[in-house]
């Protein structure tokens, strides 16, 4: 295993030349994936002096903890029931260490509801077409690392698409399960999402991690909603241990197309969360709620875009944090308005509660504006429990303790009421009661 070195920037010879070995010039996507590669070695590792990593230390941690050439880790075994969600039913796809478990899967594809749900490497090979003409339009590896380093290296993933005037009820669930018990565990992640015009669906991906050793995944997910479409896209963080994650995300909206996106971290050492969403069209709504629930020394970093380029859209966003021990959150929100977008309301917002002397967020709302007939907004708080509020409840009678929990579930609470899906909803207000009392001394 790779010992720590000082430098940000050591070891990335061995991940190249690692990565250069297992390049499939037989594949389709060999141009893509050695295009990456090339741009990876150019950026390198990004440091704490690189603006958008500013107080994220993941290359330092990686280097740190990983031997980064190290080949895929083998699929492993896990009980399932302990990371399911009650009562939500539909598709769904299980990762373990990575790789694909068809043994654990359900697939309930259907001629009648016309949704394709597949391996993104049965789709290279079945639907090279469509995958060519979408996979890597979004993301840009020319300006990241990790995006080079996912896309020269990714090895599974999830490829839906739904065509047209198609309506499905059921999400799409995809759980991302890591054993870290025998050993340190990498893995590389690819999904490719397509709603046709008319379309909708939901995608929910749970990540869960079991064992104490550290484990890394890189995840780029790319999605093209076309016009009228509607996607609502659920990310459940609920890693234990010394898990660090990247994951980026972008999605592309056509005219009149409707997102909505929720991203839930509730534990890892190091999860940094990049979402972008570009408006192409008008008539467009789009909705981005995030909340993250850290204790110890975790480090949650959020970075989100959202870019109008036509008149008439709206885009809302609320991510909220609470901050227990030595956490950190960081939260950098970014919405450009382009020249053509008039008539564009963007609302952002970014509220956290630090619960001790220890705990840390950097916040960094900000608004781009082109057009002159917009109504736009954003700004952040940051402060301690609400000391009235908890007077007013200890005044009733209820107990310190009692209205502490009161107070902080109705903080985190808010989130969950756009949430339609009842199971779900039902899950995830469980999931954030049960962290509050038990992370947060509640």
């Known amino acids: 295993m790779m010992s720590a070195v000082l430098s940000e920037n050591s070891g990335l010879a061995e991940v ?3 990565l250069e070995k297992n390049l499939d010039a037989s594949s389709p996507l060999f141009n893509l994936r050695k295009e ?3 741009q990876f070695q150019i950026l390198g590792f990004p440091s704490t002096r690189n603006e958008e990593y500013k107080y994220t230390p993941l290359s330092r941690e990686l280097l740190k903890n990983f031997s980064l050439a190290t080949p895929n880790s083998p ?3 896990v009980h399932l ?3 399911i969600i009650p009562g939500v039913a539909g598709n769904v796809l299980v990762f373990i260490n990575g ?3 068809r043994e654990h899967s359900t697939f309930r594809n259907s001629a009648n509801d016309g949704l394709e749900v597949i391996t993104l490497q049965e789709a290279i090979l079945t639907k090279k077409d469509t995958v060519l003409r979408y996979l890597g339009k979004l993301v840009d590896f020319s300006a990241d690392a990790f995006t080079a380093w996912n896309t020269a290296a990714w090895y ?3 490829f839906i698409n739904i065509p047209e005037n198609k309506v499905i009820e059921d999400p799409v669930v995809i759980h991302h399960i890591h054993d870290a018990k025998a050993g340190q565990i990498m893995s590389s992640h690819r999904n490719l999402i397509l709603l046709g015009k008319n379309s909708g669906m939901t995608v929910i991906e749970k990540f869960d991690t079991f064992g104490t050793h550290p484990g890394f995944s890189s995840l780029v997910s790319e999605a093209f909603v076309e016009d009228n479409a509607e996607l609502n896209w659920f990310i459940i963080q609920n890693d234990k241990g010394r898990r660090y994650q990247f994951d980026n995300r972008q999605i592309h909206q056509g005219r009149s197309s409707r997102v909505n996106t929720y991203t839930f971290t509730m534990g890892g050492k190091l999860v940094r969360n990049n979402l972008g969403l570009t408006l192409a069209g008008e008539g467009i709504d789009s909705h981005m709620y995030g909340l993250y629930l850290i204790g110890n020394d975790t480090i949650a970093d959020n970075h989100t875009v959202v870019d109008h380029r036509e008149p008439n859209s709206n885009s809302n966003e609320l991510y909220k944090g609470i901050m227990d021990g030595s956490a950190k959150g960081i939260f950098n929100g970014k919405i450009y308005v382009r020249p053509k977008a008039q008539k564009t309301n963007a609302f952002q917002a970014n509220r956290n509660i630090l619960l001790t002397d220890k705990a840390t967020v950097n916040t960094k709302p900000q608004l781009e504006i082109w057009a002159d007939d917009v109504k736009c907004s954003h700004g952040c708080t940051t402060g301690q429990l ?10 009733r009678g209820i107990s310190k303790e009692a209205a502490r929990a009161m107070v902080l579930y109705a903080f985190a609470g808010e989130l969950l009421e756009t949430v339609r899906n009842s199971s779900l909803k039902s899950y995830l207000d469980q999931l954030v009661s049960e962290r509050l009392h038990k992370n947060f001394d509640v």
């Open 386 to 395: 609400d000391e009235e509020a908890l007077f007013y409840l200890r005044t």
């Open 75 to 77: 699929q492993v075994g």
């Open 16 to 18: 190249v030349a690692s």
């Open 36 to 38: 990456a590669l090339s």
């Open 99 to 101: 790789k694909f478990s």
């Open 81 to 83: 029931d302990e990371v």
């Open 156 to 158: 599974d993933g999830v």
